[in-house]
Structures are given as structure tokens and as C-alpha cells.
């Protein structure tokens, strides 16, 4: 409810508020006047109801634009400042006056069908770029990447974990041996060769039974895994071969874009969002980089058959990785035990859908091949 009297020049109070002294930050309660177009500002401090404080004609005093509930500021000719948050006073007089336009700002705040509108198009906007304009800038930034970019990504990722979370393997040199013998019988047909890809063994230590391929071709492979697959050779084949078609498909490197991609894109719209967002969309577009989209993982599920095919290896074992996944780890849901790798029981099934389609159409050699000559 305003406060403003009867306005004009019989004296009446405009407003109540504080008042400061030029070049102080003292407070002292008081009323703004009018008087024979005159503002006149009065103490109101006890036993002081009668003092005039300071005073000035309209031309020579700056009264602040209204913004919302922000208290207006009425600044006097020798700096002196007073405040009321009695908005709808400061309006009546000044619309007496004829200047009763308030701020464009103020004014934006009462038409709220406009804000709703332009937040509408803003959003819709930056679907379509989400939707359209990114994808087709992300597939230009992997083409133009130079290799030596992946291999300072990978060279401080691995280094980083080797820091802070991985430990020396502790698998015998036999069995490394063994494993990395398989590896390289299908790597020797994935895009590139063998000598593209590097397979390193590490303790997992918190991180457990895992495996995950670096942007230039560096694999990792944890005891835990090796572990957890129980003897089982041609299984942890079949998820190393699953690891080369991230590798092959740049599936990291896009990933990682689009994360920035995406930090870029509420950067544009928010403008400056504060160091702790900005921490938080870079940090989140590294751990970003490391998942895997499903889209993603099923074209590798499918690489890893036809590198297994083609190395003359049961295809199917990627498949018992995930019943391996649902007996001993639990993994029934849409998410996996292994934090990079969000999976689905539906997995098992596209790929033993995808085994019986290569071998209706002569195996997966004319498969292993488009790929050579696809980049």
C-alpha cells in the first residue's frame, strides 16, 4: 500500500525514507516534500520533526529509474541521497508532474507475457542448436583435429590416474603375456594395425573390474576385470575389441566437443555464470568424455563382433560379459557396475542379433574392411 499523500505545492509528504548526509553512509529517517514544485527532504528523528535537512528544485535533483522493488534513490544537487522503497509514491508524483514513464527494465518486469515469450524462443533457439548445429560442428572439430591432440589428452589422463587412482598390476607376466596376444590378433584388424593400439595393464584399485580406450589408441585393462572374468580369455577379448571401436569411431574426442559444445552454449545464454559453474562444466565435460552415449556403445558392441569374427574368436563373448555383469555384479538395470560403460540387457540380445545378420551375409570380413576405407 502506498503512503503518498495529497502531492503539489500545499507541502504534503511525498514519501517517507532514509536520508544520507553528501559523502556518508549516515542514516537518518525523514520525509520528502513537495513545496511550490520544490523537494524539500525533512528529518524525522525524534525532536527533530521540523528540521529541513536539504532541498532543491526538480530540474537539479536525478531520481532513479524503478527497477521491480528496488528502492529509489532521489539525488540532491550538493550529493545528498534519499532512499524510499515507496515505489508507488515516487510514481504518483512523478506521473503529476507528466514524467510518470517508468524504466525500461521496470517496464519489461510488468509485461510478463513478453519475458514468458522471449524465454520461449530462447529455449527453442538453443534446442535447435543443441539439435542441428552442434552435432555438424562437433564432426568438424574431430576432422580437423590433429593426432598429437588425442595423445597429450590421453598422455595427461593416464598419467593423472596413475597419480591418484591406479596402482602397478599385479597379473603375471604369463598371463599378460596371453592376453596381450589375443588383443593383438584383433587389433591386427582393426583400422590402423596393431601397432595403432597399446594395451596397459593396471591395478583398478576403487575403480574395480574396468576397461577403457583413450582418444589416441592406448587401452587400459584392470586386474579386477581380468578377475572377474574368471579364466574366461576370449570374454576379455571381446571388451578389449569392444574398447578398439570407441577408439576407431572417435567416439571420446566427440564426446568431449560436445561437452564443450554444450558449456559453450550456456556460457552464450547465461553470459558469465560464475567460476564454480564454469569449474563445474569443465569438470563435468572430462568425466562426460570417459561415458559413452547408447548410440555409442552399440556401434562398438557391433565392432567388437566383427573383430572377433574376423580373428576367427567366439563373437558371442561380448555377450556373456553381460551375463557376467548380471550374476556377479547385479547389473539389472539400465546402468552398469562399470561407471564408463552405461549398458542394457538389451545389449546381450542386439548382439547376438547382429552375430546371426554378419553370418546371413557372409561374416565380417567385408565389414572390417568398409572400415579400413571408410576415413
Known sequence: MSTVSTLASDGQTIAAGIWHPPHSSREVPARLQDIGGSLIVVSDEEGDESRRLTSGIRSDIEISPRVG?????????????????????????????????????????????????????????????????????????VLVTPPVVPEMMSAGTLKTLDRVTFGPSKLPETEQTEIRADFARIAA??????????????????????????????????????????????????????????????????????????????????????????????????????????????????????????????????????DLLETKLHDHGNTSMLSTHPGTPERKQAILDYIRELKGRGGAAERVRSLWLSE
Open 189 to 322: 584388424n582393426a583400422k590402423g594395425g596393431a601397432s595403432r593400439y597399446h594395451l596397459n595393464f593396471r591395478d583398478g584399485g576403487l575403480i574395480g573390474p574396468n576397461a577403457f580406450a583413450l582418444p589416441d589408441g592406448n587401452l587400459v585393462l584392470t586386474d579386477q576385470l581380468v578377475e572377474l572374468a574368471g579364466g574366461d580369455k576370449e570374454m576379455i577379448t571381446a571388451v578389449l575389441g569392444h574398447e578398439i571401436g570407441h577408439v576407431e569411431y572417435k567416439h571420446s574426442l566427440r564426446q568431449l566437443y560436445s561437452a564443450a559444445g554444450v558449456a559453450g552454449l550456456v556460457l552464450l545464454i547465461a553470459g558469465d555464470v560464475g567460476s564454480g559453474i564454469q569449474d563445474i562444466l569443465t569438470q563435468g565435460g572430462g568425466l562426460l568424455a570417459l561415458s559413452y552415449s547408447r548410440q555409442a556403445e552399440a556401434q562398438a558392441d557391433r565392432r567388437s563382433v566383427e573383430l572377433m569374427m574376423a580373428a576367427g574368436k567366439d563373437p558371442a563373448a561380448l555377450s556373456r560379459f553381460f
Open 69 to 141: 522493488s528496488i528502492p529509489r534513490r532521489i539525488v540532491f544537487g550538493n550529493e545528498s541521497v534519499f532512499e524510499t522503497r515507496d515505489n508507488d509514491a515516487v510514481d504518483a508524483y512523478l506521473s503529476s508532474r507528466g514524467e510518470g514513464r517508468s524504466g525500461f527494465v521496470h517496464g519489461l518486469e510488468i509485461v510478463r507475457p513478453r519475458l514468458i515469450a522471449f524465454a520461449l524462443a530462447v529455449f527453442v533457439l538453443a534446442s535447435i542448436i543443441y539439435r542441428y548445429a552442434l552435432p555438424g560442428l562437433v564432426e568438424v572439430a
